[in-house]
């Protein structure tokens, strides 16, 4: 029992460090300077996804985009951070394509410190915080489960 709590603490800690620090890029974006950008590949990728509950397709939505910084040239995959996976949705996902079509000019947001770090949608996804509060549950159930194995 003891392992197992330390894997749940080891894993709920260092999953909530990962999008901590994803959170605090995306927020940190909302500042860094932009640049103007060109979509250059606007895509839906399917995957078939097997599980519990059966065989479905999930989608994902595959940006490319490239931007210039101070005369070089640079291109990005990151639409915001945490990068979204695949969605359930495929209306969603056409969704997603429909904002950022090939050929569009767009706003690219650049880590002035590494201009190769970009977005498209600057601050903190409610992604981030949910996934948060998830890795903290994990966390939470670990320790208690450690507590108790020392009582």
Excluded at 98 to 111: C, I, K, L, Q, T
Excluded at 120 to 137: D, F, N, R, S, V
Aim: some cysteine.
């Amino acid at each position: 029992m003891r392992l197992i709590a330390l894997v749940l603490l080891l894993i709920g800690g260092t999953a909530f460090v990962y999008l901590w620090k994803l959170g605090e890029k995306g927020q940190s974006a909302t500042h860094w300077p932009s640049a103007s950008g060109t979509i250059v590949e606007s895509r839906l990728d399917t995957r078939l996804h097997t599980g519990g509950d059966g065989n479905r397709d999930d989608y994902l939505p595959q940006l490319r985009y490239r931007y210039s910084v101070g005369g070089v040239a640079l291109e990005s995959t990151i639409r915001r951070y945490p990068n979204p996976g695949a969605m359930q949705s495929q209306e969603q996902a056409q969704a997603v394509l429909a904002r950022y079509p090939h050929g569009a000019v767009v706003r690219v947001y650049y880590n002035p410190e590494r201009p190769q770090e970009a977005c498209l949608e600057p601050g903190e996804h409610w992604t981030a915080w949910a996934g948060k509060a998830l890795t903290l549950i994990v966390a939470a159930a670990g320790l208690v489960l450690l507590l108790k194995g020392n009582d």
